[in-house]
């Protein structure tokens, strides 16, 4: 099976950085996702990792470390538009493609 | 192509009555999902299609829950003698073999059961 875990809320500041932490355990990996999902909309997809390192796009940066499994998402120049709740989803090598998220971490922006 | 499309938006229904929901993946992509989504949960994984082929049920899942993908093209989900329990937010997601994109999420289902 898998368990992944990630911070139910947090909070900053409008044009801040914050870094979002996901661990997971996995039988087998084949890549981890970030999602952002605004409240009462559908979850849309920010980044994938699969290999070990920092993949970054835009404000957006994600880094999977597979030996820790343990990954980041890092937001940078906080927007309030950025206030939603970001899912951590992990792939198994199993299961051709399904995806097993996170309860999410809710993130507020303020001024 | 506009995504995936799910209907309905929402849909109210009484304890014990039966529900169908319809998803339309984008054309290109064979693979189908099926996730429930509750309130402060993250989606809970339903079912999978690989084109026409079911290939993945949740053991979560009741005999009330089936789910069907004629052609390979739209699926269809139906909840059977509905419980209050099943109350949540039906997402339907697709993506193809080349997936690091992720998936491509339709904008769900409420289901309200009163």
């Known amino acids: 099976g898998q368990n992944i875990d990630q911070p139910t809320e947090m909070t900053a500041t409008e044009g801040a950085i914050v870094q979002i932490n996901c661990t997971y355990q996995t039988s087998g990996f084949n890549g981890l996702f970030w999602y952002q999902q605004h409240a009462g909309e559908a979850p849309t997809f920010l980044s994938y990792n699969v290999l070990d390192g920092l993949e970054e796009k835009g404000r957006f940066s994600s880094f999977l470390s597979r030996s820790k499994g343990y990954s980041y998402l890092l937001l940078k120049e906080l927007q309030m538009k950025d206030s939603a709740s970001y899912l951590c989803a992990v792939r198994a090598l199993t299961n051709a493609g399904k995806s097993t998220f996170g309860d999410g971490t809710t993130l507020t922006v303020k001024p | 192509d506009t995504g995936v499309s799910q209907d309905p938006r929402h849909k109210i229904t009484k304890r014990g009555q039966n529900v169908t929901f319809r998803c339309d993946p984008i054309?290109?992509?064979?693979?189908l999902y099926w996730y429930r989504q509750t309130l402060g949960q993250g989606p809970e994984f339903l079912t999978y299609f690989q084109n026409e082929a079911q290939l993945e049920k949740s053991r979560l899942l009741s005999d009330r829950f089936s789910a069907e993908r004629p052609k390979g093209s739209f699926s269809t989900l139906e909840i059977q003698r509905t419980e209050q329990g099943d109350s949540a937010m039906y997402l339907c997601?697709?993506?193809?073999?080349?997936?690091?994109?992720?998936?491509?999420f339709g904008s769900g289902t409420r289901l309200t059961v009163v």
């Open positions: 054309s290109e992509h064979n693979r």
């Open positions: 997601a697709s993506s193809s073999r080349g997936d690091a994109y992720g998936y491509t």
